[in-house]
């Protein structure tokens, strides 16, 4: 039963006249980071443990933990939240200034979330506050920190993220290992990659089965890369909603348009806390239209992943977004934008908006939009446009719909040299394709 907030807080106070730490584990390895005003320092809970073996528990928004950190780079903390109605979402400031908020997406995984700009070196005050307190009788919203640290600034200034193309061919039984390949080849060449976020250009499954057994086979695949830590975000093809029926004809001609929108099945099996790195989504609950935040080679890179053929109403969210996140580097990741020949696609099909209609008004209206990646059509290609504010934008098409191996677009990112590397590679059998090799200068990171 929920204690009334007037009593909990008046008990926190008295215990915290007597000791902040008597919640804190007997042998603790560390002591405990925080100082909590209005909540408790408890056991942690999440994954991965921290050091101290608790957490700053923060149930009202007039709960917040405060801590010193030393380093550069953006404030990064790590969090669990209870949903209620909603995730919890948490302000900091830093120095005396508000510097950003950042929504908590998983009970389970502590982040990591950055937030704010980048700060110089040194050693800052750091304040993380509840702002969106909620309870009903059924549940209560609260949120528990684990750490806060600085990024500290990257030497390294290469790094490498991969698309997966259309899965639909490698999850029709569960015999066929491909999927699983590929994840546990990318894991185990995390380092040597130094890679940093796995997208998936959509149709991860061929068609929904009364057992969802395509999505089992998908889920089970996808368990390597979110035990390693690894952030990522799949699109939603046409072959991942209720419009494609067993066989991969229409489920029911009549209700296309409809039933393309019916991704309750998919958003079973997925989810923005398996993701690790969602910050923002279009609907709650619901990963159709979401986007993800990472740091690599010393700037700032935002995955935004989209609905196939979006709803209008889905763009102007998009819009909003990036318009929001100026100093990001943005991946745009899509079911269908480019054909095999590298031409826009200009077909919405059973869907809202066409290819065109995003990139007129989404793809090309923002500086600090970079890449566009997509399958749903062809094999492989790329092309290069220019936004209205003279930027380039480089979008990729990988689909492949391979029935020998396991293909996986890698693209590495060398901030320095302001240069792209791209090229695709099938683990299952050590298959290259190097005529989709490219190697791209002058990108123009946003910093």
Not at 212 to 232: F, K, L
Not at 321 to 347: C, K, L, M, R, W
Not at 364 to 388: E, L, M
Request: proline content about 4%; charged content about 15%.
């Amino acid at each position: 039963m929920r204690v009334s907030r007037t009593r909990l807080a008046f008990a926190m106070v008295i215990a915290s006249v007597l000791s902040t730490a008597v919640t804190a584990p007997a042998h603790a390895a560390e002591p405990p980071q925080f100082t909590v005003v209005n909540g408790a320092l408890r056991t942690a809970t999440g994954m991965p443990k921290p050091a101290s073996g608790v957490h700053a528990s923060l149930w009202g928004n007039t709960s917040y933990a405060t801590t010193m950190i030393t380093g550069s780079g953006r404030v990064q903390i790590g969090a669990i939240g209870d949903n209620c109605q909603g995730w919890p979402t948490v302000q900091v400031t830093v120095d005396g200034t508000v510097v950003g908020s950042t929504t908590i997406v998983s009970a389970t995984q502590y982040g990591t979330y950055p937030v704010g700009p980048a700060l110089a070196a040194g050693t800052h005050a750091v304040k993380i506050q509840f702002v969106n307190d909620f309870s009903s009788s059924a549940c209560d919203r609260n949120v528990h920190i684990s750490y806060a640290k600085m990024e500290n600034v990257v030497t390294d200034t290469k790094f490498t993220f991969a698309v997966m193309p259309d899965t639909q061919q490698e999850v029709l039984n569960a015999s066929d290992t491909r999927f699983l390949n590929r994840t546990n080849w990318l894991v185990n060449n995390r380092s040597a990659l130094d890679l940093r976020f796995v997208a998936s250009s959509g149709d991860v499954v061929n068609w929904d089965t009364p057992d969802h057994s395509q999505y089992v086979v998908a889920r089970n695949a996808m368990r390597p890369v979110e035990t390693a830590g690894i952030p990522y975000s799949l699109a939603i093809g046409n072959h991942d909603t209720q419009a494609t029926g067993v066989g991969g004809s229409a489920r029911d001609p009549a209700h296309t348009r409809e039933l393309v929108r019916d991704t309750t099945v998919f958003n079973s099996y997925f989810t923005a806390g398996q993701y690790r790195a969602v910050s923002g989504q279009f609907e709650a609950g619901k990963v159709d239209n979401n986007y993800s935040t990472f740091s690599a080679g010393g700037a700032q890179w935002l995955v935004l992943t989209l609905e196939l053929w979006p709803r209008v109403e889905a763009v102007n969210w998009a819009k909003n977004v990036v318009a929001a996140n100026p100093h990001s580097n943005v991946i745009v990741v899509t079911h269908d934008f480019i054909d095999g020949n590298g031409n826009i696609e200009q077909s919405a099909s059973y869907g809202a908006t066409s290819p065109q209609y995003l990139f007129d008004n989404l793809i090309k209206q923002y500086a600090n939009i970079r890449f566009v990646f997509s399958g749903h059509v062809g094999v492989a290609g790329s092309r290069v446009d220019t936004g209205v504010h003279g930027n380039k934008i480089y979008s990729f098409l990988q689909t492949f719909h391979s029935n020998t191996t396991n293909p996986v677009r890698l693209v590495e990112i060398d901030t320095a040299a302001e240069s792209l590397h791209t090229w695709i590679y099938g683990p299952f059998n050590n298959q290259t394709f190097t005529e989709y090799d490219r190697t791209i200068s002058g990108i123009g990171v946003v910093r």
